[in-house]
């Protein structure tokens, strides 16, 4: 008795030449409207390359770079609307900056302070680093928008090595069960760390296990990002209009190390990487911009000098940011301090008076 | 004033809870339309329907996850897990996620949720029902543990833990869920979440314990009372953070003390009240500490259950050791 029969369906619009393979959605009509889009996928890229470069030079701490991914960070975040809430993964720090996080706060956090969570919508979830756990706190947090009747939907993104997790698969069911406003990414960047996609699960797309919890799943060319953000777009809308969650599958590739404590070259050729680098997102949209007459080579260095000199500044801010006192760490803990805990406070403070 | 049960109270305490304020929630497995496989939540889906008390799938990581996620959003969640056994998977979200919350976000976020659940034997119970789980919570920074011990605690501390703007565990025994009635008045009146409490005042041995074990450390001091010795009996109640002051000013009278409790010997908050002893009492002490406990088996069936929960006899007997002592 065949219960269900389902289809997972694939959107592109730019395929790797930058050419338009299918009739635009209508924020793309005018080519120019996706500078901002492209601006940011390059200023992510850019930032990002020089994170790795602080980690490097021992003034960062671990930090887990985009390379590749810049499409589906920043499409889905501008297919949200700003009361809308972003619940993030560790690697999410593109959608975090279009939403108004600071290049200083992403590198504050990633440089070991935690004010660098502060920042940004007041509603949005800090990243989570413990694979997939963050999953249930969107299924609370469109609860919360369900049983308040608001008209806004919570993102919530993982990688595709979440998508083996217990956690991702009880927040769809639940999601699916109360056709909650939440739309579900997973950016399937081809690797858990050194797991590859094929070794993770005998499904044929990670899109389909929406399937079994009674929700949409369909695919994007996650290296598109007018795909990303009308997937997302769509998947928002029904989401805003209580026609229940979605999970989109936005295929990708990592082309770079898992973080910057990874040594990819461990488990994969670079020869593998190089034929994704045809695939990747900045140049099939600069080619369109291109050929479109909207975007310039002067344009393009002009861009790339003022994201660098907005970046030197940021760095330096960050390099300048003075470490919190070592009590700072007892401060957060609770609304009030319990005596108990102050008590330890006092000690820590005593200790450091002792040794200044 | 109406005489009510453990279980009652607990009831009775959400009740109030929800009550005074709309944004209390219950969620769980069963806690709807039967109203907790103990009864905890009888009657509130009627009383305040389905958008505030309401059936979860059976996820246990993903109740106390969902839990994390409608408190940032300002919700106060209650949610439940219905036995001991299976809140391992939940603790990954209490210690990553509802612990952390505001710590991460400089309060930006915060986590006001209760997680509740039954939490030791004693009831002739399946396999994975009866486990002692309060060890594990106290270890996690950020986090509130409470066991109450009778009917009023349970109403009073219960209140306090869904106000706290913090996340609280809230661990009940089921083996005193119907085993004694006392009067609670529904007044609304929280207890404090930072106190011991000394439930019997004595000179000569002080005896420090929470949870179930209370009824058998009062037990025990009727007993001792009836030979001459008086024992002072503390009720933790709030095992984390952990109020030491009643116990250590309580062991410098007596210079004596017996740790009782349900949960397996190492690790468990015995062995901090002991150390904290060790370290701010130890010049009181005319004994060595006794701890009366669970042992590190795997808690048995039902058929050795008593046989691991600490009794009367154990509790006295461990009195009278350190009595021994001039």
Not at chain 1, 69 to 80: H, K, P, R, Y
Request: charged content about 20%.
């Amino acid at each position: 008795m065949a219960v269900a029969t389902f289809e997972i369906g694939f959107t592109r619009f730019l395929d790797r030449s930058g050419e338009v393979v299918q009739p635009l959605p209508a924020f793309a009509s005018e080519a120019k409207a996706l500078i901002p889009l492209y601006r940011s996928m390059t200023r992510l890229r850019m930032f990002d390359a020089k994170a790795v470069a602080l980690q490097r030079t021992g003034r960062l701490g671990t930090y887990a770079a985009a390379l590749g991914e810049e499409a589906v960070t920043i499409g889905l975040a501008s297919a949200m609307a700003a009361d809308d809430v972003l619940v993030p993964a560790f690697r999410d720090q593109g959608a975090q900056l279009w939403r108004g996080v600071g290049l200083v706060d992403i590198l504050a956090y990633w440089g070991g302070d935690e004010r660098g969570s502060v920042a940004g919508p007041s509603e949005d979830f800090p990243v989570c680093v413990p694979i997939g756990t963050h999953f249930p706190h969107a299924v609370g947090v469109a609860l919360a928008i369900k049983l308040r009747r608001q008209s806004r939907a919570v993102v919530c993104i993982g990688g595709d090595g979440a998508t083996s997790k217990g956690d991702v698969y009880e927040a769809m069911n639940m999601a699916g069960l109360w056709q909650l406003p939440v739309v579900f990414v997973v950016s399937n960047n081809q690797w858990a760390i050194s797991v590859p996609r094929q070794r993770q699960t005998a499904a044929a797309t990670l899109a389909q296990k929406a399937i079994a919890a009674g929700i949409p799943g369909e695919q994007v060319d996650g290296n598109d990002v007018i795909a990303v953000r009308h997937a997302v777009d769509e998947a928002l809308a029904a989401a805003r209009a209580g026609r229940g969650p979605r999970l989109i599958e936005a295929v990708t590739y990592r082309l770079g190390d898992h973080t910057t404590s990874d040594d990819a070259t461990r488990y994969r050729d670079d020869a593998t990487v190089s034929t994704h680098w045809a695939e990747e997102p900045l140049v099939r949209l600069r080619r369109y911009l291109t050929a479109q007459g909207v975007w310039t080579k002067e344009d393009e260095e002009a861009m790339q000098v003022a994201l660098a000199a907005e970046i030197e500044k940021a760095v330096a801010d960050y390099l300048a940011l003075p470490p919190p006192a070592p009590q700072d760490m007892f401060d957060h803990l609770f609304a009030v301090l319990p005596a108990d805990l102050k008590a330890q406070r006092d000690t820590l403070a005593e200790e450091e008076a002792l040794h200044a | 004033m109406p005489e009510v049960t453990l279980v009652g109270a607990v009831n009775l305490a959400l009740a109030r809870a929800m009550e005074d304020d709309p944004s209390v929630l219950v969620l769980g497995e069963d806690v709807g339309v039967d109203g907790g496989v103990f009864r905890a939540t009888d009657g509130l889906l009627g009383r305040f329907g389905p958008e505030r008390v309401f059936d979860t799938p059976l996820a246990e990581a993903s109740i106390a996850g969902m839990a994390v996620g409608l408190a940032a959003q300002g919700f106060r969640p209650v949610a439940e897990i219905q036995f001991s056994g299976f809140i391992y998977p939940a603790i990954d979200q209490m210690v990553n996620h509802a612990a952390r919350l505001r710590n991460r976000t400089r309060s930006r976020l915060s986590c006001p949720m209760v997680l509740r659940a039954p939490n030791g034997g004693g009831i002739r119970a399946a396999e994975h029902h009866s486990e002692s789980v309060e060890a594990f919570f106290v270890n996690i920074p950020g986090l509130r543990v409470v066991v109450p011990s009778s009917p009023a605690k349970a109403y009073g501390l219960l209140l306090a833990a869904i106000r706290d703007p913090d996340p609280v565990v809230f661990l009940e025994p089921p083996r005193l869920y119907r085993a004694l009635k006392e009067e609670v008045a529904d007044d609304g009146r929280a207890l404090s979440l930072d106190t011991s409490f000394v439930i019997r005042e004595g000179t000569d041995v002080t005896l420090v314990t929470w949870g179930a074990s209370v009824v058998e450390a009062m037990a025990a001091a009727d007993d001792l009372a009836a030979d001459g010795v008086e024992a002072e009996v503390i009720d933790v109640a709030c095992l984390k953070p952990l109020d030491m002051g009643p116990i250590l000013a309580s062991v410098e009278r007596t210079g004596r003390c017996v740790i009782v409790h349900e949960a397996p010997l190492t690790g468990a908050p015995g062995a901090e009240i002991a150390a904290r002893i060790a370290e701010r009492g130890l010049m009181s002490l005319v004994a060595p500490v006794q701890r009366v406990t669970g042992y590190d088996t795997v808690m048995p069936l039902l058929r050795l259950e008593k046989a691991f929960i600490p009794s009367t006899r154990r509790v006295i007997d461990a009195a009278l050791r350190t009595l021994e002592y001039a």
